[in-house]
């Protein structure tokens, strides 16, 4: 079996993210309508019949390329679920790392996604989207939502997605302050720190159940429930979403657990505008980007984005 893939990885933003009550595993129930953008990842994947040996190589030296990385760590699980243990062939991969790490905007589970998507189609295991984020949710709570890109509400743990049609273009501008927050360390701050669990409004069951909705529907509604329990700890938080405000963003938001803070605009001058005030900062990186990724390529022909229908 022989044959070369390569896909874009896209990041995702949390438009809304409720943090609702803890359930016994020690996770959170979530409600977050999730949306990807167009910063990228990309992961070539290639099959090596010659071996059965995996080989991956990133270009970013700084991040680790073994067992600690989730898309190594994707591949023992496909081999796993796919039942092929030691006949399977060899795999190279090569990482080209574009999204910050550790920053909420999915990029390690959005690599190890794409991951899963291409050794499905290279292995012609013909898993459905359900399917392959059925083993992709073992490895991490954002992974499942990067099969039904680009617009889904996710709930539970992370693992029940519901695609939604988002109408209308946008340009993003994500902000990253230059320091990490640890996912594990936001969740355990905000459930120490709050005494009670928000509830949902019915503005929110309504998005999941409108057959198209538009950014005038979801702007109002944008909120993160950790901004308010991470910015006592990190006040550059709050100083860069006045900041894209000031620059003209329709909403600024926390994305995940951090640290990236990303605003809306309607047009891209604006947008670029903003991209380059907030990239003045030093130790700032800031990216001006649409609101989705890109359409759909040919599987033999450039990368592809992750997205499958
Ligand atoms: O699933 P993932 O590895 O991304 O989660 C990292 C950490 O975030 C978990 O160990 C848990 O502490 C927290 N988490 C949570 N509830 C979720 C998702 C993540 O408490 N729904």
């Not at 959170?28 to 167009?38: A, D, K």
């Not at 949902?200 to 309504?206: F, T, V």
Request: aromatic share 6%.
């Amino acid at each position: 079996m022989e044959g070369t893939i390569h896909l874009f990885a896209p990041a995702k933003v949390n438009l809304v993210l409720r943090v609702l009550d803890r359930r016994p595993d020690g996770y959170h129930h979530l409600w977050s309508f999730m949306q990807t953008v167009g910063l990228e990842d990309e992961v070539r994947l290639r099959l090596r019949p010659d071996s059965h040996e995996l080989r991956v190589s990133c270009d970013d030296a700084t991040l680790p390329i073994d067992g600690r990385n989730l898309v190594v760590r994707a591949v023992a699980l496909v081999r796993k679920a796919a039942c092929l243990h030691d006949q399977s062939p060899g795999i190279e991969i090569h990482l080209v790392k574009r999204i910050p790490v550790s920053a909420g905007l999915g990029g390690g589970s959005s690599d190890a996604a794409a991951t899963i998507l291409g050794l499905n189609r290279l292995l012609r295991l013909g898993w459905s989207a359900s399917d392959m984020a059925r083993v992709g949710q073992a490895l991490g709570s954002d992974i499942p939502f990067f099969f039904f890109a680009p617009s889904a509400v996710v709930q539970g743990r992370g693992e029940e997605v519901t695609p939604v049609t988002l109408t209308g273009k946008r340009w993003v501008v994500l902000v990253h302050p230059g320091f990490p927050i640890e996912t594990r360390w936001a969740y355990e701050r905000l459930s120490e720190a709050r005494t009670s669990v928000p509830t949902l409004s019915d503005a929110h069951d309504r998005l999941v159940r409108q057959a198209a909705l538009s950014w005038e529907d979801v702007i109002p509604l944008m909120e993160n429930d950790f901004e308010p329990w991470l910015t006592p700890a990190h006040p550059v938080l709050r100083e860069i979403k006045e900041e894209l405000l000031a620059q003209g963003a329709e909403a600024a938001l926390l994305s995940g657990s951090g640290a990236t803070v990303f605003g809306i605009f309607r047009d891209q001058s604006s947008a670029m505008r903003a991209q380059a005030s907030a990239g003045r900062i030093p130790g700032r990186r800031a990216y001006a980007v649409r609101s989705e990724a890109r359409p759909a390529a040919s599987q033999s022909g450039p990368p592809q984005p992750l997205s499958v229908g």
